[in-house]
């Protein structure tokens, strides 16, 4: 998982993934799907699968399947926007610095075409936005976003602005326990 901007450290997420990378090629997807479905349930409920990775570029695909169908058989619109939504929200939350939380501000989805069969999401950010979010603790970033389906077309043309903002501090555990037992 190479950064192309050598100059900013990875954070908390990029970090845990990077961990994954010590599995076998073939078994990281799947290892991703589950790690990353286990900590935000309704992508593991749809079925996301997360097939690279890095930085600079997330991509991924959901199959067609019944449980992210419409009435007509194909991907349902809901599941379009969680597909790009998290693509683009993956790639921001690799590069937010560790002491700032990445939030969805805007979305914006036209839908063009019946998409056929599985789809699949491309978010990319550029150096300079890269570098724009390890500079500053508050800012926002416009995320573009490519979906296609199988037989290559994009259904839905989709743009999602993300802001991030510092978090709040984290309370170690014995600070929770002390306060416990204070109460």
């Not at 901007?5 to 010590?22: C, F, H, Y």
């Not at 077309?153 to 416990?180: G, M």
């Amino acid at each position: 998982m190479a950064q192309t901007n050598s100059s900013s450290a990875p954070n908390r997420l990029a970090r845990t993934l990077r961990k994954l990378d010590r599995l076998p090629r073939f078994a990281r997807p799947w290892a991703r799907s589950k790690v990353l479905g286990h900590a935000v349930p309704f992508t593991g409920t749809a079925g996301l699968q997360y097939t690279l990775m890095t930085p600079a570029r997330v991509e991924i695909a959901v199959a067609n399947h019944r449980r992210v169908q419409n009435h007509i058989h194909g991907v349902h619109a809901a599941a379009m926007a969680l597909l790009a939504e998290t693509a683009t929200g993956m790639v921001v939350g690799m590069n937010v610095r560790d002491d700032c939380l990445p939030l969805a501000k805007q979305m914006h989805i036209d839908f063009k075409k019946r998409a056929v069969g599985a789809l699949r999401a491309v978010a990319v950010l550029s150096d300079a936005q890269r570098a724009d979010m390890q500079r500053s603790n508050k800012g926002e970033v416009t995320v573009q976003v490519q979906v296609s389906d199988e037989s290559g077309a994009a259904p839905i043309e989709c743009e999602f602005v993300w802001a991030w903002i510092p978090s709040a501090p984290r309370k170690k555990t014995n600070d929770i326990a002390r306060q416990t037992v204070a109460q």
